[in-house]
């Protein structure tokens, strides 16, 4: 259920500023690989946020705070700070000409707590993210938005906007940890990253060496409204199916694996699919453990 106070959730926001690395870098093109030209990601932003509560150890103003570290990491998180730009192939890359990343100061006049259960789904914490205009060219688009939100009892949110095509979600979270690394004063970051795009390269010719179903393109959705749900699956429950599959198919599976199978089985039903008909399940992984070797985790993507 949404939460009431939402709707009457006043956040005033200031225009955004541009935050730049603190030291002046060279400018240099990243180049990207095939997956980040994939026009499903192309004009693809995913956002985080991250709540702090009010604490007697926080003194400082979190804003101020926030703004300077984050100039401090884009020193080696220099691609954030740049925008991309078309090939004369049509492809994407990154000009990492130190523009900025974009940064907004917000405010409420209510405490955190009235907020309620954060882990539920509600279109309503976009007032917590900085909204590009409708619209906007893939070229105007910011890399990385940061937008920091203060409550009046002390608390603040961290609302974080990505640029598929510069990272993953694994490489956002460890942008997250550096920014708090910085914010924290370390000097030195626990995990500096690698930007070597080059490695998704693909073959020229490419060799394929396994069957794929390209055929199964998906149609366009006949649905002209998204409805935001989120349905909550505890962890006995997950269990018990665990327990139930694995006995009937005599296979060990992963909980993800089983709550995939069974929602997707819901769905074809749900849509009276006909058996005869082929259906396929994409989904996102991360690939850096498939290499052979593995790549560093350092690798951003």
């Known amino acids: 259920m949404e939460n009431s106070v939402w709707k009457d959730l006043n956040v005033k926001s200031f225009d955004p500023v541009m935050v730049k690395p603190s030291i002046p870098l060279p ?60 090939k004369e192939n049509g492809d994407l890359e990154v000009d990492c000409n130190g523009e900025g990343a974009a940064f907004v100061e917000a405010m409420v006049d209510c405490n955190l707590s009235v907020l309620g259960d954060l882990d539920d789904l509600n279109p309503s914490y976009e007032d917590l993210l900085f909204a590009l205009p409708q619209n906007t060219d893939i070229v105007d688009l910011h890399l990385l938005v940061v937008q920091v939100t203060c409550f009046a009892c002390g608390g603040f949110v961290v609302g974080v906007s990505f640029h598929h095509s510069i990272c993953d979600g694994r490489g956002a979270g460890q942008f997250l940890q550096s920014l708090a690394e910085i914010a924290r004063g370390e000097d030195k970051l626990s995990c500096e990253p690698i930007w070597n795009r080059e490695l998704l390269k693909p073959e020229d010719p490419i060799h394929l060496q396994f069957y794929h179903l390209y055929s199964l393109r998906p149609s366009g959705p006949t649905f002209e409204e998204w409805v935001h749900a989120s349905l909550v699956i505890n962890p006995a429950t997950i269990k ?54 593995p790549v560093s985790k350092r690798i951003l993507w």
Not at 264 to 278: E, G, S
Request: charged share 20%.
């Open 27 to 86: 400018k240099t093109v990243l180049h990207l690989s095939t997956v980040d030209n994939l026009p499903v990601l192309r004009g693809n932003l995913f956002n985080s946020l991250i709540v702090y509560k009010a604490s007697d150890k926080i003194s400082a103003d979190p804003v101020k705070v926030i703004r300077e570290a984050l100039s401090k990491v884009l020193v080696n998180y220099f691609p954030f700070a740049g925008r991309l730009r078309y």
């Open 240 to 293: 018990h199916m665990k327990q139930s599959i694995m006995e009937e198919c005599n296979k060990v599976c992963s909980s993800f694996e089983i709550v995939a199978a069974l929602g997707w089985r819901a769905r074809t039903k749900a849509l009276q699919i006909p058996q005869t008909q082929n259906v396929k399940l994409l989904f996102a992984v991360d690939m850096r453990k498939s290499f052979n070797p």
